[in-house]
């Protein structure tokens, strides 16, 4: 199975998302998004596969999204997508894809929807969060 993870190297959920697939026996391929930027069809691509709207998927805190009015429900979905493109910084992570789906990961645990079922027993995250998959 390949995964692939969009991920920023300086977040901890994104770091545990790598680490919880890694632990499950898999190498992603890991897109350093801030590095290669974004375009426009990737991200509508990706958020159409994830169910997310652009306003779901922006990313607010560590950003100056508020300070530039993205937050705002009158913004149009094409406003966000340019401004994501232009500042990938804008775009919340870890977005993880796989042959079972593809889900913005936060919280982390959200990967292992994206696993095969019992890839993974136990996991214990950076700060010493214990995370087991449910039964069922």
């Avoid at 401004?83 to 990938?88: C, G, I, Q, T």
């Avoid at 936060?106 to 890839?119: F, I, N, Q, T, Y």
């Amino acid at each position: 199975m390949q995964i692939v993870i969009h991920h920023n190297p300086a977040c901890g959920t994104s770091r545990n998302v790598v680490a919880m697939v890694r632990e499950a026996g898999f190498e992603p391929v890991i897109i350093e998004y801030l590095k290669t930027g974004w375009s426009k069809p990737q991200l509508q691509a990706l958020f159409a596969a994830a169910g997310l709207k652009p306003h779901e998927a922006l990313r607010v805190k560590g950003t100056d999204a508020e300070e530039r009015g993205l937050t705002e429900a009158s913004v149009d979905d094409e406003t966000l997508l340019e401004a994501m493109v232009e500042n990938p910084i804008f775009v919340n992570r870890p977005i993880v894809c796989s042959s079972r789906g593809v889900r913005l990961c936060r919280p982390s645990e959200m990967v292992l929807d994206l696993l095969p079922p019992g890839a993974l027993d136990r996991f214990v995250k950076e700060d010493g969060e214990e995370v087991r998959p449910s039964e069922g």
